[in-house]
């Protein structure tokens, strides 16, 4: 993150030499870049924007959500580019760890608690597509070292026990092992497919050095790997047997998780067919195969009385118990239908910590596998965010509601006071929500994929729709409610803007003068018969309820327009944001821009909102960060960075205080805006 000092110089204003347009422009040779293993990732404490809390567990990769050792209230997941350290009994007690540049794929944390690590995706920011690994500090949360090697993605990592070491493979078929002291490779091969599952099983001193036993699985294979040093060759080397199935093709699976028994004598494996397949490890031969459920074994656990509970792609939650070849169902139980992702034993040896493919991470009593729900996230892209648009009490708790859109059409509300999802809605077959906005404190108006309009209460209880308000979805809704005019306006890809009337959804006008679909709507904040509108083909028009007709029409020649926002102050300009990294300002009685203001990136700005006083204007886009511009000033006073995928969407809370993001990686992104507000 670029440091404050830097940040006055992003932003400088001139006058355009060859038309009436006041542009700023970027200072010096100053260029942001994502933070990454090659830029470090230093904190500017000093900046008056600061990230307060993220909410976005995607269940995305297996095993990103583990129960931090020694500590049963700790847990540690992946977030986008962020490893978060979370309190089960705190929702506002998380710490992140930054550094990474693109989504973490694995995780894995040493025995005593002491360690972390995480691995990425590769990178697209650099040439080639390193996917490092990082080692943290758990306590203070500083990052020790980085260790290259993978590429593609990071598929596994493990420490060894005694935590001198760390297994990792990537997509790229490579195995490395790392010495944890120093960060050097120990060892590494290229393997002839990737790893699936990797687990060091026992070590043990022969001679003056230790030996290792590991045990991974790649494709239809398992095998038993002994990490020792050559004295002879002054070397660390991974001689390897693999373990004997029974003739034929009928037991080909692929491997998704491996766990042993508590002498170490078996190895369990979970497969894509539903079955625990058990292993002898002395013998190196296949033993059993039981099938537990359906859409693949995805997690299994051993607890501390030999019992194994299991973790379904259809959400199963199973305990068996046996050994060798005799097994038994002792007890079940359902999830949330969806695929296990992460299951590990809590520090208090009676509880599972469960992550699923639906976002939501439980608390699981061991005994009688009864799930308690921590938190729940979005699985796709947040495409919108909105907070009630009416003015209610100040002792309202309602204040602290917000709604959010996804991609995969889910509607959800969330509580700023504990970041709890209160209500959830969710349409089958009515595609993504496009838009949302909240008219009144406890209902939400949603546009969506299908072309519908859909209104909802704070319970998630759909009240009314509209099924075919637009063709081609419906892209952008607004809605005004005062004692003289009740109505909202919704635009579609259709390019057609319609106006309705809020009490009964009667049509009262429409206009359809834009050639491309519509981007954004917003009602004028002076002049409520006054509604604004921006569409694909570059144009920013008025229309005057009142008058029934368009008054204002503003085209730009290059550029798309993506989002649009407004001053309350000065001459209350209409502000675009454009695929070029621009934002304009527009008089409703001047044909050009009247101020343009260019981000140094140039890349596309999705979204921009004025703050409540007008002071501010945040926005963000496809460089992943969320930015602050002082509008007397026009210069940058803020930069934040979380995200690890374009910003679609934020908002101010109403006291100004704070910033809400939400993105393509899904997360949501709570900032505390310290000059906001009053303090």
């Keep these: 993150m670029t440091s404050r000092s830097h940040r006055d110089q992003l932003f400088t204003s001139r006058t355009a030499d060859q038309t009436n347009v006041q542009q700023s422009q970027p200072g010096g040779n100053l260029q942001l870049q994502p933070p990454s293993e090659f830029h470090g990732n230093a904190i500017n404490e000093n900046d008056p924007l600061q990230l307060e809390h993220m909410l976005g567990y995607a269940g995305e990769y297996r095993k990103t959500c583990i129960a931090l050792p020694g500590n049963e209230q700790l847990y540690v997941k992946s977030m986008g580019s962020l490893v ?17 540049d693109m989504p973490i794929s694995a995780l894995a944390i040493s025995e005593s608690g002491r360690l972390i690590a995480s691995g990425q995706v590769g990178t697209k920011n650099h040439k080639g597509t390193a996917a490092p690994v990082f080692l943290w500090h758990t306590e203070t949360g500083s990052r020790i070292t980085v260790l290259r090697g993978l590429t593609e993605f990071v598929s596994m990592v493990a420490f060894s026990p005694d935590e001198r070491f760390l297994c990792g493979s990537g997509g790229d078929g490579l195995l490395y092992i790392w010495d944890v002291a120093t960060g050097e490779v120990a060892y590494g091969q290229h393997l002839s497919a990737p790893i699936s599952v990797l687990r060091w099983a026992d070590f043990k001193k022969v001679g003056h050095n230790m030996t290792y036993d590991i045990v991974f699985g790649m494709s239809s294979t398992l095998v038993q790997g002994y990490f020792t040093y050559d004295a002879f060759r002054m070397q660390w080397t991974l001689p390897t047997k693999t373990f004997a ?187 993504g929500v496009l838009c949302l906005v909240m008219p009144e404190v406890d209902k939400v108006l949603s546009g969506w994929q299908d072309g519908s309009v859909r209104c909802s209460d704070t319970a998630g209880r759909q009240l009314w729709y509209l099924p075919t308000a637009h063709r081609d979805g419906t892209t952008a809704i607004a809605a005004h409610i005062d004692a003289s005019m009740q109505y909202f306006a919704t635009g579609g890809g259709d390019g057609a803007i319609r106006v309705w009337r809020y009490s009964n959804r009667e049509l009262i006008t429409q206009y359809t003068e834009h050639r491309h679909g519509v981007g954004k709507i917003l009602v004028d904040n002076m002049q409520p018969n006054i509604v604004h509108s921006i569409g694909g083909d570059a144009s920013v028009l008025s229309f005057d309820l009142k008058a029934g007709r368009r008054i204002v029409s503003h085209i730009v020649n290059t550029g798309a327009m993506h989002t649009m926002t407004q001053r309350t102050k000065r001459e209350y300009e209409v502000v675009t944001a454009d695929s070029m990294g621009r934002l304009l300002y527009w008089d409703i009685d001047v044909r050009d821009p009247v101020l343009a203001v260019q981000d140094p990136n140039r890349y596309s700005i999705r979204t921009c909102q004025m703050s409540p006083s007008g002071r501010y204007i945040a926005f963000a886009g496809d460089d992943e960060y969320v930015k602050v511009l002082d509008d007397e000033t026009n210069t940058i006073i803020s930069l934040g960075q979380s995200h690890s995928g374009p910003v679609l969407c934020l908002t101010w809370t109403p006291d100004e205080r704070q910033i809400i993001s939400g993105g393509e990686d899904t997360c949501l992104s709570v900032w505390n805006f310290f000059l906001g507000g009053e303090r």
Aim: proline share 4%; charged share 20%.
């Design 245 to 431: 199935t029974p003739p034929g093709r009928t037991l080909v699976r692929a491997f998704h998780t491996i766990d042993f028994s508590l002498d170490r004598q078996f190895v369990y494996v979970g497969t894509s067919s539903g079955e625990m397949m058990v292993f002898r490890r002395d013998s190196v031969v296949f033993r059993a195969c039981i099938p537990v459920c359906t859409n693949g074994l995805q997690e299994l656990v051993t607890l501390p009385d030999d019992t194994i509970v299991c973790g379904g792609g259809d959400g199963s939650f199973t305990k068996l118990y046996g050994r060798d070849l005799t097994w038994q169902k002792v007890q079940d139980n359902r999830l949330d239908n969806t695929m296990v992702k992460s299951m590990s034993l809590v520090a208090n040896g009676r509880e599972l910590l469960v992550s699923c493919a639906s976002g939501a991470v439980y608390r699981c009593a061991i005994e009688n596998l009864q799930p308690t729900l921590l938190n729940v996230s979005n699985t796709s892209a947040v495409t919108c965010i909105a907070f009630p648009t009416v003015e209610y009490p100040s002792s309202s708790s309602s204040i602290y509601y917000f709604a959010t859109g996804t991609r995969s059409g889910e509607i959800r509300l969330w509580d700023l006071t504990d970041y709890a999802c209160v209500a959830a809605m969710k349409v089958p077959k009515a595609g």
């Design 84 to 100: 978060a350290i979370e309190n089960i009994s705190d929702p506002h007690g998380q710490r992140f760890l930054r550094g990474h």
